[in-house]
């Protein structure tokens, strides 16, 4: 059993930041891309960044020189920083992981239950 369990969501004020933090645990082997996705009200799930085993990023065009991906593999755990936030960047957001529980195995998705950002004044 696999648990992503994310952390660091709120309400905060246009021009303000939160670091989202999601720590991945149970039977993993290892993992391969992790990444953040967000979800607003009557809105599809959208990719805001991910970032490979290797370190390579990807980032939203709407999210680029706001946000920044992080991971500490030893951890398991992705970081999320979010800088100039703005009121469109409500949504809930939620942590995916692509990883594998023994050697060998297919690669799978997992993803934790999503945590809310609120961009308010």
């Known amino acids: 059993q696999v648990q992503l369990v994310e952390s660091g969501g709120g309400l905060v004020q246009p021009g303000g930041s939160l670091r989202l933090s999601c720590a991945a645990s149970?039977?993993?082997?290892?993992?391969?891309?992790m990444g953040w996705y967000r979800q607003a009200p009557g809105k599809q799930r959208e990719l805001v960044a991910s970032i490979t085993s290797g370190g390579n990023t990807n980032y939203a065009d709407s999210v680029k020189g706001r946000f920044t991906i992080s991971r500490d593999s030893a951890k398991n755990t992705v970081y999320l920083q979010m800088n100039s936030l703005k009121p469109e960047d409500t949504a809930v957001y939620y942590c995916?992981?692509?990883?594998?529980?023994?050697?060998?195995?297919?690669?799978?998705?997992?993803w934790g239950q999503g945590t809310q950002v609120t961009v308010s004044s």
């Open positions: 149970g039977s993993i082997f290892s993992i391969n891309a």
């Open positions: 995916n992981s692509l990883l594998r529980v023994k050697l060998g195995g297919p690669w799978m998705p997992n």
